[in-house]
C-alpha cells in the first residue's frame, strides 16, 4: 500500500509537471473518460428501470424493456474503442516522456514501477474527466427523474469510481511492452508481431459459430424445446470474434503486402520510406485499421436499412407505433455509429503521433543525412493511406452489398449513396493523419540526435 501510494504521489507530481505540450495528452484522456463515464451512466440508469416506463426522451423507444436492453447494448459496446482510445493516449504519454520516466530508472526505479507510475498519469486525467461528467449526469438526471432508486445511486458510485480504474488498467495493458532505460530511451521489446494472434482469434470465431449451429440443429430435434436457448448469445458472440480478429487480420495483411509491392516497385523516396515501414511492422495500426474498416462496413449497411426503414414509415402503411419511434430509433443509431467513428479517427491521430514520438531519433538522423521534411511528411500520409485504400475499398464494397441485399429483400429503394461512405470515411482518415504532421518538426528537430 505504501509503494502504490508512493507511485500515486509521484505520477501527481508528473502529471502537474507537465509542459504546455503534454496538456493535449491529459485533455484527450480527460474526454475520452467523460465519454466512458457518460455512456455508462446512462446505461446503469436505464438498466436500473424495471418494467414499463414513460421516460419522457427518445419518443417512447425507452419505455418497454426489449427497446431499452438494446440502447443498453449498444451504449456498452461503445466503451470499448473508448478504452481503446484511453490506453493509446497512456502509450504515447510514456514514450514522450522518457527522459523523466528515464530519470525515475536512474533513481531506482524498476521497470514495471515506471509503468505503473506512467499508468496512473492515466488514471488521474480519467478521474478528472470521469468527475466532470458525472455531475453533469446527475444533474441531468435529477431534472429528468424525481426520484431516482437506490440502485441507480449506487451504480453512479461504482461508475465514477470504475472508469479511472478501467483507464489506469487499460494504460498498464498498453504499456507492458513498453521499457524506459536509465540511460533516456524508451524502447519496445519483444519479438516482432506476426499476426497469429488475430488468425487463431478469427479461428475461434467461427469454432463458436459452428458449436452454436451445431446446438441449434441438436435442440430443433429435441424434445425439450422449453429449455432457455444458448444458440443466439453464443452464435452472436462467435460472429463479433471473427468479424473483429477478421479485420485485424485482413488490415495488417493489406499493410504488409502493400509494403513488399512497392518497396520493389517505388520510384520516390516518400514511397519507398512508406513501404520499407509497412514491411517491417505491418500491424503498427491493423488495430486502428480494423475499428475503420468495421465502421464502413456497418455505416454502408445501415445507410441502406435506414432509407428502406424511411420509405416503409413515409409510405403511408398501418405501423404498430407511431413514425417517431422508428425514426428516433434509426436516428439514435446513426448518433452511435458517428460517435464510434469520432473516437476511430481520433485514435488514429493520436496512433499517428505515437509512431512518430517512437521513431524521432530515426526520423531525426533521416533529416541530418539530408532527407527532407516534406518527403518524411508525404511518408508518413503514405503509411496510413497506401493499405487503408485496398481495405476500405473491399469494406465498401461488403456495406454496400448489405445495404442493397437489404432493400431487394424488402422491396424497398437501393441507396446508392451508401457506395459514397468508404470515400468520405477515406478522406476523413487521411485528414486524422495529417493532423500529426504539426508533431513530425518537432520529433525532427537535430537536439534529438544527442540521445540515441
Same mark, same amino acid.
Given at each position: ?68 436492453? !438494446?440502447?443498453?447494448? *449498444?451504449? &456498452?459496446? +461503445?466503451?470499448?474503442? @473508448?478504452?481503446?482510445? =484511453? %490506453?493509446?493516449?497512456? /502509450? $504515447? #504519454? ?72 478501467? !483507464?489506469?488498467?487499460? *494504460?498498464? &495493458?498498453? +504499456?507492458?511492452?513498453? @521499457?524506459?532505460?536509465? =540511460? %533516456?530511451?524508451?524502447? /519496445? $521489446? #519483444? ?80 514511397? +519507398? ?180
Amino acid at each position: 500500500m505504501t509503494s502504490l501510494r508512493a507511485d500515486l504521489r509521484l505520477a501527481w507530481e508528473l502529471t502537474r509537471g507537465s509542459d504546455r505540450g503534454e496538456w493535449w495528452r491529459v485533455a484527450l484522456t480527460a474526454a475520452g473518460a467523460a465519454l466512458a463515464t457518460g455512456f455508462a451512466l446512462t446505461a446503469v440508469a436505464l438498466a436500473s428501470l424495471r418494467g414499463s416506463h414513460d421516460v419522457p426522451v427518445a419518443a417512447g423507444l425507452l419505455d418497454e424493456p426489449g427497446t431499452r436492453s !438494446g440502447v443498453i447494448a *449498444g451504449l &456498452l459496446l +461503445l466503451l470499448v474503442p @473508448v478504452l481503446g482510445f =484511453l %490506453g493509446q493516449c497512456a /502509450r $504515447i #504519454g510514456a514514450v514522450h516522456r522518457d527522459r523523466r520516466l528515464a530519470g525515475l530508472r536512474l533513481a531506482g526505479a524498476t521497470p514495471w514501477q515506471v509503468r505503473r507510475i506512467a499508468a496512473l498519469e492515466t488514471g488521474l486525467a480519467c478521474l478528472l474527466g470521469s468527475a466532470v461528467a458525472t455531475v453533469f449526469s446527475v444533474l441531468l438526471l435529477l431534472r429528468l427523474w424525481d426520484r431516482p432508486t437506490a440502485l441507480t445511486w449506487a451504480g453512479i458510485a461504482l461508475v465514477a469510481v470504475a472508469v479511472p480504474l478501467l !483507464g489506469a488498467a487499460a *494504460g498498464a &495493458l498498453a +504499456l507492458r511492452r513498453v @521499457v524506459a532505460s536509465p =540511460l %533516456g530511451r524508451v524502447r /519496445r $521489446i #519483444g519479438p516482432p508481431r506476426t499476426g497469429r494472434g488475430p488468425g487463431l482469434l478469427f479461428l475461434a470465431g467461427l469454432l463458436l459459430v459452428g458449436v452454436a449451429m451445431l446446438l441449434a440443429v441438436l435442440g430443433t430435434s429435441s424434445a425439450a424445446s422449453n429449455r432457455p436457448r444458448t444458440e443466439p448469445p453464443l452464435m452472436m458472440a462467435g460472429v463479433v470474434l471473427a468479424v473483429g480478429a477478421g479485420a485485424v487480420w485482413l488490415s495488417g495483411a493489406v499493410a504488409r503486402a502493400t509494403g513488399r509491392i512497392l518497396a520493389v516497385r517505388a520510384r520516390s523516396a516518400a514511397v +519507398l520510406i512508406a513501404a520499407e515501414r509497412l514491411r517491417d511492422d505491418p500491424w503498427a495500426a491493423a488495430r486502428t485499421h480494423a475499428a475503420v474498416l468495421l465502421v464502413t462496413v456497418v455505416g454502408g449497411g445501415f445507410m441502406g436499412v435506414r432509407a428502406v426503414l424511411l420509405h416503409e414509415v413515409h409510405s403511408g402503411k398501418p405501423l404498430s407505433a407511431a413514425p417517431d419511434y422508428y425514426i428516433t430509433g434509426l436516428d439514435l443509431t446513426g448518433a452511435a455509429l458517428a460517435v464510434a467513428f469520432a473516437i476511430t479517427l481520433s485514435g488514429l491521430a493520436v496512433g499517428t503521433a505515437e509512431s512518430l514520438a517512437t521513431r524521432r531519433r530515426a526520423l531525426a538522423a533521416q533529416v541530418a543525412a539530408g532527407v527532407p521534411r516534406a518527403v518524411l511528411g508525404r511518408a508518413l500520409l503514405l503509411e496510413a493511406a497506401l493499405p487503408l485504400a485496398p481495405a476500405v475499398l473491399l469494406a465498401g464494397l461488403g456495406g454496400t452489398a448489405i445495404a442493397a441485399w437489404y432493400a431487394l429483400l424488402l422491396h424497398g429503394p437501393v441507396p446508392w449513396a451508401a457506395a459514397l461512405i468508404p470515400l468520405a470515411i477515406y478522406a476523413a482518415c487521411l485528414l486524422a493523419v495529417a493532423t500529426s504532421l504539426p508533431l513530425l518538426g518537432r520529433s525532427v528537430r537535430p537536439g534529438e540526435l544527442r540521445y540515441v
